[in-house]
């Protein structure tokens, strides 16, 4: 076996190991801003995206008509998003979404029992999971252009 050959065989395995890496996303039940429940083990068979964001945080802010954005074009291929907010009081967040004429739908975490479960410990976080369930990307913190790095995630998982 050539040297070429060798290496991709190594780039095939390494590629499968890390598919076979991918952990369980957490089910969970909660709340939207629409009064219906949400249950993530019902969105399978969709790329779906958690992003765990606050009205206080100046990046979720920013990134938040990016969000809706992507939700809008990829929403009819498979692609989910649900912003998930950590706050105990929703009332800024909802101002927020007024005032910023958020699209996609908004799960409320006030005890952020479902933030625990994913780790989250920066703010925003966003969390790829694919059509089976797994997460597959964690993304923490955000800075222009990240939007980039998640557009390449979701068209990857919506290939697969």
């Known amino acids: 076996m050539n040297s070429l ?3 991709l065989l190594l780039i095939v395995a390494c ?3 890390w598919l076979a890496l991918a952990e369980p996303a957490p089910d969970f039940t909660l709340k939207s801003n629409t009064g219906e429940n949400v249950r993530l083990a019902e969105q399978r068979g969709k790329v779906v995206m958690l992003n ?3 009205s206080w945080c100046g990046p979720c802010r920013k990134e ?3 969000l809706d954005e992507m939700h809008k074009r990829y929403n009819k291929v498979g692609f989910e998003l649900f912003g998930v907010n950590v706050e105990k009081n929703t009332a800024d967040a909802e ?3 007024r005032d910023l004429g958020t699209g996609f ?3 409320w975490d006030s005890d952020s029992r479902v933030s625990k ?9 966003t969390v790829l999971i694919d059509k089976d369930g797994n997460i597959r990307y964690v993304n923490r913190g955000y800075k222009a252009g990240d939007e980039n790095k998640y557009l390449e995630q979701i068209r990857e998982l919506i290939r697969e």
């Open 5 to 7: 050959s060798r290496f």
């Open 15 to 17: 590629s499968l190991s």
């Open 52 to 54: 765990f964001w606050a």
């Open 64 to 66: 938040m008509p990016l």
């Open 95 to 97: 101002k927020l979404l």
């Open 105 to 107: 739908p908004i799960l």
């Open 117 to 125: 479960l994913f780790g989250v410990n920066a703010m925003p976080t």
